[in-house]
């Protein structure tokens, strides 16, 4: 009896361990056939060139690049090719601000105006009451009134941007919903060269970028060299995927002008990771800020009950995945895609940039989470590309509407040349109404690389077609007086399309302002 009862739990621990050893396997394995299926994705989503990293455990285990840095070019990607990086850029920012945390310069919970007296919201109560916490958390209602598609673009500095919002309206409520916004990033890392005196470029490269050995990682486009090993910017347009201009984020750069390397970024994620705040055992920010930065701050309110929770913390949208707490970030400027995922419980971090519009980089995320996990069973590159494909074809449904609706036999109200002139509104300056040669043109603070060729669309509706083929299009409309004179222009900027690869309409994300004519 007692050699059977021996024999039975032998077999047993055998049986534990084997489940063990199976688990412990399964959690130190990356997916099969990773590079093969990578490469094919890449191929499903037109993407020139891409990089992937992943970090675990302390580590980097992976590091690679696919395809090349500009389309028909045979430059390949690598682990060290410069990438954009975007609104990644924003937990970099947080960061920054943690470091003056913990030197005792800042709290996060300061009011803006204690450090920025200056600074002003349409709302005198909100301006007295606005803090550092609350721009890093999307809260202050502002929302994206800046538009996309001009915001990052124009000569102007960055406090020159911020003193604009004075004449803003907020698109919600102070503090009572979850409301995206660039211009409060920039604002968040405008308080580094207020407190500190050194640039928010300055401080991220002495504080940050040294002491992480991120030597690739710059704040501007300005400081990259064409001798550098840069990845270009695509889009697809027309529905062909072509190189576009680089856009330059100098003035709003804290939200998200960071450009950078998979080297350096899987640096970055060891810093956030393990030992948080620390990178080779030396310590970037404490502890206690990692954690402040890392904890939930906002919720972001689910469209279901029963969804799992959603909120953001200090530049990090945070959720569960299977049990386990997952931080990420992506970030989208003109012709580059970039996420970031971490997934602390497992010491896990995966980013992915690449140099076109796409959401594999989210794939690669679930895909490798599930493989360090032991659960493999999902393929997520079909599923994120089905659900794209179905959301192009109801985008091309949604364009084609509009147009059929346009009613190409109208007329404008006026002759072309009784539209030409400034155009003035509070918030966003002035712009111009000129023509070249035939042609209506609309300048916007006197850039020429902010000019919109103006196609009429229907009565006095124009389609402004932005020389930049990037920007794509949007529309215009003028307003008469009683005196049958121009009295105005609201110009809709997109702020959010339903898929650019389709073009900046149809949107359910726009902003209508209106321009004077003086």
């Known amino acids: 009896m007692t050699k059977n009862y021996f024999s039975c739990y032998t077999f047993a621990l055998f049986v534990f361990l084997s489940f063990f050893s199976f688990n412990l396997f399964a959690q130190e394995s990356l997916p099969e056939n990773f590079d093969a299926w990578i490469e094919s994705g890449r191929k499903d989503w037109r993407i020139p060139g891409m990089a992937v990293g992943i970090v675990k455990n302390g580590e980097v285990v992976y590091a690679k690049g696919f395809g090349e840095k500009r389309l028909g070019s045979g430059e390949k990607v690598d682990a060290n090719t410069i990438f954009s990086i975007a609104s990644v850029s924003k ?307 949604a364009r084609e509407k509009i147009h059929k609706a346009r009613a190409k036999s109208s007329k404008s109200s006026l002759d072309r040349d009784d539209y030409l002139g400034i155009y003035k509104s509070p918030g966003y300056g002035k712009v111009e109404v000129k023509r070249d040669g035939k042609d209506l043109v609309l300048r916007f603070w006197d850039s020429k690389d902010l000019e919109a060729k103006l196609e009429h669309w229907h009565y006095d509706t124009f389609r402004a077609v932005w020389k930049n083929p990037a920007q794509r299009e949007e529309f215009m409309q003028f307003h008469l007086g009683k005196d049958g004179k121009v009295e105005s222009l609201d110009f809709e900027f997109v702020l959010r399309p339903l898929s650019l690869q389709v073009g900046a309409y149809p949107s359910n994300y726009t902003h209508s302002e209106k321009f004077v004519k003086q």
Do not use: C
């Open 91 to 397: 937990n970099i920012t947080a960061a920054a601000l943690g470091i003056l945390v913990d030197e005792g310069k800042i709290k996060w919970d300061d009011k803006i105006t204690k450090h920025i007296p200056w600074f002003q919201l349409k709302d005198p109560w909100v301006t007295q009451e606005i803090t550092i916490r609350d721009a890093l958390t999307h809260q202050v209602g502002l929302g994206r009134i800046l538009g996309n598609r001009l915001q990052f673009m124009t000569n102007s500095s960055r406090d020159s941007v911020l003193y604009q919002m004075r004449y803003m309206e907020l698109e919600k409520p102070f503090r009572t919903e979850f409301v995206y916004n660039n211009v409060m990033y920039s604002l968040a890392g405008q308080i580094i060269e207020h407190v500190d005196g050194r640039t928010w470029d300055a401080f991220l490269k002495e504080r940050l970028f040294e002491p992480l050995e991120m030597h690739s990682s710059t704040t501007s486009i300005t400081q990259l060299k064409s001798t550098d090993n840069l990845a270009y910017p695509h889009q697809e347009i027309d529905g062909k995927v072509v190189p576009i201009k680089r856009r330059n984020w100098d003035n709003a750069g804290p939200a998200g002008g960071v450009n950078s390397t998979i080297n350096d970024l899987n640096k970055w994620m060891l810093m956030q990771l393990g030992d948080s705040g620390t990178y080779n055992g030396k310590a970037i920010v404490s502890a206690q800020e990692m954690n402040e930065i890392h904890k939930p701050q906002m919720v972001q309110r689910p469209a279901n009950a029963l969804s799992g929770q959603g909120s953001y913390g200090f530049g990090w949208n945070i959720s569960d995945y299977k049990g386990k707490r997952v931080l990420t970030h992506g970030g989208a400027t003109d012709g580059f895609n970039t996420a970031m995922y971490l997934m602390p419980e497992l010491d896990l971090g995966i980013i992915v940039v690449g140099n076109n519009f796409n959401s594999l980089g989210n794939a690669v995320a679930f895909q490798v989470m599930d493989a360090y996990l032991g659960e493999s069973k999902v393929d997520w590159n079909d599923r994120y590309l089905q659900s794209y494909l179905i959301s192009y074809e109801r985008a091309l449904l």
